[in-house]
């Protein structure tokens, strides 16, 4: 899935920072692609994160697998 390209409307996975204190850890959740950045080599987007509590805006996240980050969504 590596050579994927992002685009609006896919959907992928954040993963989410958790609390400094550790009562929440990171976890993955669904996110929507709204914007796509210039720059293909980063992968730059701009994300709707569905959460239990609500929506969350994000306007630049870079692809990654740490916490603050997106990925494509792993094949179960």
Not at 55 to 68: A, H, I, M, P, S
Request: net charge negative.
């Amino acid at each position: 899935m590596e050579n994927q390209k992002p685009s609006v409307g896919r959907v992928v996975h954040y993963i989410s920072y958790g609390t400094p204190n550790g009562e929440y850890k990171p976890e993955h959740r669904a996110a929507t692609i709204v914007r796509v950045g210039a720059d293909d080599e980063d992968q730059e987007v701009g994300l709707c994160i569905m959460n239990p509590t609500g929506l969350f805006f994000n306007e630049r996240v870079k692809k990654g697998d740490r916490e603050g980050q997106w990925h494509w969504p792993e094949r179960v």
